[in-house]
């Protein structure tokens, strides 16, 4: 007795006929998969996998010869990423039943093949491949292939903000998506409730931001996607601030610079040009006050220190005395010359200023910073967890939800009450820690003219401090009054 099976190798399912040689009564078939049939010719559809038929035959007088039969159903696996990122490396992984190191599996795509790799002893394969256009993705070898994926592919979002943001300069928003054909942009800029632009573009966009005061842009982008490709959206934050003024700067800026320095007696020039006249009047202003010799003004350095504002002697009833006068014009018609040298001239009050320049810009250095009420929300939102250090403004219910759910998915996260047509929340994380003891402190939250700055402390545990070894994740979450001025951090005691 001999048996006859085709195919013996395929792909699965595969549909096996088999056929008994030989003269018997009765004919018994054991598929070796769990199920049997009778009869001299059957067929049988296997899974994936190495199986073993076999066939029993009963003679007349009651005599059973048995016979065997071996039969390999391969099947192959595939799973990827889905959606995946346009140009950046995605792993698609699977295995083949059963398993035969060594085989050659090839990933082929919407253009045909684009890599492949060697099976590892357990039957598993990894290929990575960059991936570009959508459409249908699968795994094939000499043995079999696998069914394919209908891979979607979200686009790169390219978004930039060129011009630096100074008051009174030229500022653009510009965003373009890559491929061009994947999709087109719809733009949302707005400040405060007030919607500026509200648009559906093309694959590339350029606006311009009005300059003309000091102000905070909130700009959503969004790819609307075409067939295939997935979207995504973008929030970013566009801040006008105080320009820079350095020697040969024009601008509106260096006429005001050279209007309030004017006012406290300084020999600053008319006009729109920073040049060495303008250059002096710095110099001799920073020596009067005892600041280093830049000749630089901007808002990136802070300082406490005493300035003279005619805007104030004039609110208390005094007038500069002469000596005053002489002495300022001395320095401004000198350039900060070592051979004078005066006693500190008393000033009428005492005035914190983001920096002297910036002061004499904004309001002849008259500038006072005050405090800003806030509303801690660490206790009453919960225990979360953020893995990267995140310093975020939320301006709205849903971003704020989103940038929680990101952070800690499968958490349900209550939000306190929160109005956000009069209040902002700002999120500060410093990151994940190797034990407890670690907590952030908000020291105080300051307007200090044309931006609010929020001071935090990292608390720290000490050597002799009882502390659990856990990862833990300190953060502040705070609600602060809304306004157009920019949320900026400083941790003390950080370089």
């Known amino acids: ?142 043995r079999a292939s696998s069914a394919p994926l209908a891979l979607r592919v979200v686009p790169k979002l390219v978004t930039t903000l060129s011009g630096g943001g100074a008051r009174g300069s030229r500022y653009f928003f510009s965003a373009r998506i890559v491929p061009a054909t994947a999709g087109v942009l719809a733009v949302r800029i707005s400040l405060r409730d007030r919607q500026l632009v509200d648009g559906t573009f093309g694959a590339r966009v350029r606006l311009k931001l009005d300059t003309r005061r000091l102000t905070s842009y909130r700009i959503r982008v969004e790819i609307v996607p075409n067939e295939g490709y997935g979207g995504t959206v973008r929030v970013l934050r566009a801040n006008v601030v105080l320009p820079r003024l350095v020697f040969g700067t ?91 040298s005066t006693p500190r001239i008393r000033t009428a009050r005492r005035c914190t200023c983001i920096s002297v320049a910036l002061g004499l810009v904004l309001a002849g250095c008259g500038g006072r910073s005050r405090p800003v009420p806030y509303v801690d929300l660490t206790r009453q939102i919960g225990q979360l967890e953020f893995t990267h250090i995140t310093v975020k403004l939320f301006d709205n219910r849903r971003d704020l939800i989103e940038k929680l759910d990101q952070n800690n998915p499968g958490r349900r996260i209550e939000l306190p009450p929160l109005d956000f047509r009069r209040q902002v929340v700002y999120l500060i994380a410093a990151g994940p820690r190797s034990s407890t003891g670690y907590d952030l402190r908000i020291v105080r939250v300051r307007d200090q003219g044309g931006r609010v700055v929020v001071m935090v402390r990292e608390q720290t545990p000490s050597l002799g401090d009882p502390v659990e070894a856990r990862i833990t994740y300190p953060f502040r979450l705070i609600a602060l009054p809304r306004n157009d001025e920019p949320v900026k951090l400083k941790w003390l005691g950080r370089p």
């Open 250 to 340: 024009r601008g509106v800026a260096v006429a005001q610079l050279g209007d309030q320095l004017r006012r406290l007696h300084y020999a600053a020039p008319y006009g729109a040009a920073f040049d060495g006249r303008m250059l002096d009047a710095v110099y001799a202003f920073e020596k009067v006050h005892g600041l280093p010799r830049t000749g630089v003004v901007d808002a990136s350095a802070r300082s406490t220190t005493r300035c003279t504002s005619l805007v104030d002697m004039r609110s208390t009833g005094t007038r500069p005395s002469r000596r005053i006068r002489r002495v300022t014009a001395a320095f401004a018609s000198r350039c900060g010359s070592p051979r004078i």
């Open 1 to 142: 007795m001999s048996v006859e099976a085709t195919p013996l190798v395929g792909q699965a399912p595969l549909r096996v006929a088999f056929a008994a040689s030989g003269e018997a009564a009765a004919y018994h078939w054991n598929f070796g998969d769990g199920s049997s049939a009778d009869g001299r010719t059957v067929e049988h559809t296997y899974a994936a996998g190495r199986w073993t038929a076999t066939l029993t035959a009963r003679s007349s007088n009651g005599e059973e010869t048995a016979a065997l039969v071996s039969v390999t159903a391969y099947g192959l696996t595939f799973v990827g990423p889905n959606p995946a990122r346009y140009g950046r490396r995605a792993v698609f992984r699977g295995a083949i039943v059963p398993a035969e190191r060594g085989l050659y599996v090839a990933l082929v795509g919407p253009t045909g093949k684009l890599t492949g790799t060697r099976i590892r002893a357990d039957g598993s394969y990894a290929i990575q491949a960059r991936v570009k256009l959508p459409g249908a993705y699968l795994a094939t070898s000499k």
